[in-house]
């Protein structure tokens, strides 16, 4: 598919704008390396080399102990046959990620109290949380839970919006007035009473919330795309298609829509970013993913209850700027980039 000479001058001014372009290179490798994520934080080995034999346990089953000659049935602990083949100094070895703790594991030694600070040695770098998990290992699988959640989101949001603000603004009308009455008595409806009420009613997950939250959040683009539609089905082009013969579906879709698209597309970044705060804010505040699932939230609630653990709060803290910011710039340079009145002459 050819990428039209429009299309190429709006993506030379995005590599244009270093800040926004380097932000989103930077979120790019953020978001791979979130969902390779096993490969880079985890408590199973990437590779075991053991009698000859190659093992690789990190998307595979789970291996007992005995399958590496160790006493018991349960899970391998691979750090400590790592250590094992270290010491014995023979062909056998395991080469674990560098972060070799997952998200859920408990390290606690019996002479020291949870959390811990940073160390090196013992591979914790950013210490440990207040039930001796490391603290790395709940960011990364927490930015990724957080990402993948403002982005079904943000689709489920713009797949309601979107459809509705069309339709209100080109077929107007009784179907117009009637979505706007709607749209004002239930953006007076609290959001956060209702997440409580189903809160104390069941235990929500990961689809709960995108479904209460996408019940509360598709009325703004709504409102965005309804005004947009209003404008664009009076221009010429539309009376042209309409005159030809075109279904109301084709001209929405075929003519209005790709000549919204650029105002949809700078929305998305901050659509994004409104999401990851929302996701924090309720695991903070307890109504959020049930534990204990990684979570941003969740660590920014034990920063406040344990303030001499100060690496829990800078490190979800300083998480949570950089993310955030990077989303700005590059929602900055789209909408420099595809701004519309950048790219059109006015006769």
Same mark, same amino acid.
């Given at each position: 598919?050819?990428?039209?000479?429009?299309?190429?001058?709006?993506?030379?001014?995005?590599?244009? +704008?270093?800040?926004?372009?380097?932000?989103?290179?930077?979120?790019?490798?953020?978001?791979?390396?979130?969902?390779?994520?096993?490969?880079?934080? %985890?408590?199973?080995?990437?590779?075991?080399?053991?009698?000859?034999?190659?093992?690789?346990?990190?998307?595979?089953?789970?291996?007992?102990?005995?399958?590496?000659? @160790?006493?018991?049935?349960?899970?391998? %602990?691979?750090?400590?046959?790592? !250590? #094992?083949?270290? $010491?014995?100094?023979?062909?056998?070895?395991? *080469?674990?990620?560098?972060?070799?703790? %997952?998200?859920?594991? %408990?390290?606690? #030694?019996?002479?020291?109290?949870?959390? !811990?600070?940073?160390?090196?040695?013992?591979?914790?770098?950013?210490?440990?949380?207040?039930?001796?998990?490391?603290?790395?290992?709940? @960011?990364?699988?927490?930015?990724?839970?957080? &990402? =993948?959640?403002? @982005?079904?989101?943000?689709?489920?949001?713009?797949?309601?919006?979107?459809?509705?603000?069309?339709?209100?603004?080109?077929?107007?009308? /009784?179907?117009? +007035?009637?979505v706007q009455r709607i749209i004002e008595i239930w953006s007076t409806v609290p959001f956060l009473y209702v997440v409580i009420i189903i809160s104390s009613i069941v235990v929500p997950n990961f689809w709960w919330l995108i479904a209460i939250m996408v019940i509360f959040g598709w009325m703004g683009m709504t409102w965005t795309v309804r005004t947009v539609?209003?404008?664009?089905?009076?221009?010429?082009?539309?009376?042209?298609?309409?005159?030809?013969?075109?279904?109301?579906?084709?001209?929405?879709?075929?003519?209005?829509?790709?000549?919204?698209?650029?105002?949809?597309?700078?929305?998305?970044? =901050?659509? &994004?970013?409104?999401? &990851?705060?929302?996701?924090?804010?309720?695991?903070? $505040?307890?109504?959020?993913?049930?534990?204990?699932?990684?979570?941003?939230? !969740?660590?920014?609630?034990?920063? *406040?209850?344990? =303030?001499?653990?100060? /690496? +829990?709060?800078?490190?979800?803290?300083?998480?949570?700027?950089?993310?955030?910011?990077?989303?700005? =710039?590059?929602?900055?340079?789209?909408?420099?980039?595809?701004?519309?009145?950048?790219?059109?002459?006015?006769?």
């Amino acid at each position: 598919m050819a990428i039209s000479p429009l299309t190429k001058r709006k993506l030379r001014r995005f590599v244009g +704008i270093k800040r926004g372009y380097y932000a989103f290179l930077l979120l790019t490798t953020l978001i791979v390396a979130a969902c390779a994520a096993e490969l880079l934080v %985890n408590n199973r080995a990437l590779v075991v080399h053991y009698q000859g034999h190659w093992y690789f346990p990190t998307y595979g089953d789970i291996l007992p102990g005995h399958t590496f000659g @160790l006493g018991y049935d349960y899970e391998t %602990n691979y750090r400590e046959l790592a !250590e #094992r083949f270290r $010491l014995l100094d023979g062909e056998d070895w395991a *080469w674990l990620p560098p972060v070799p703790y %997952n998200a859920f594991e %408990n390290d606690l #030694r019996p002479d020291t109290l949870p959390p !811990e600070p940073p160390s090196l040695a013992r591979r914790h770098y950013l210490g440990t949380d207040a039930s001796g998990r490391d603290v790395l290992a709940r @960011l990364v699988y927490g930015f990724r839970i957080a &990402i =993948f959640f403002s @982005l079904g989101l943000m689709a489920a949001t713009y797949v309601v919006g979107i459809s509705l603000g069309c339709a209100m603004g080109y077929y107007g009308g /009784w179907f117009d +007035i009637l979505v706007q009455r709607i749209i004002e008595i239930w953006s007076t409806v609290p959001f956060l009473y209702v997440v409580i009420i189903i809160s104390s009613i069941v235990v929500p997950n990961f689809w709960w919330l995108i479904a209460i939250m996408v019940i509360f959040g598709w009325m703004g683009m709504t409102w965005t795309v309804r005004t947009v539609t209003y404008k664009e089905k009076t221009r010429d082009y539309v009376l042209a298609a309409r005159v030809l013969g075109a279904s109301d579906l084709r001209i929405i879709f075929r003519h209005i829509l790709p000549n919204t698209i650029s105002l949809i597309v700078t929305y998305i970044p =901050f659509s &994004i970013s409104g999401g &990851i705060v929302a996701l924090t804010s309720l695991d903070y $505040l307890g109504f959020g993913l049930p534990p204990p699932t990684p979570s941003w939230g !969740e660590l920014l609630q034990q920063a *406040w209850a344990n =303030f001499s653990a100060w /690496w +829990i709060g800078f490190s979800v803290i300083g998480a949570m700027v950089t993310t955030l910011v990077a989303v700005t =710039f590059v929602g900055e340079a789209i909408r420099e980039a595809f701004d519309p009145k950048m790219h059109t002459v006015y006769e």
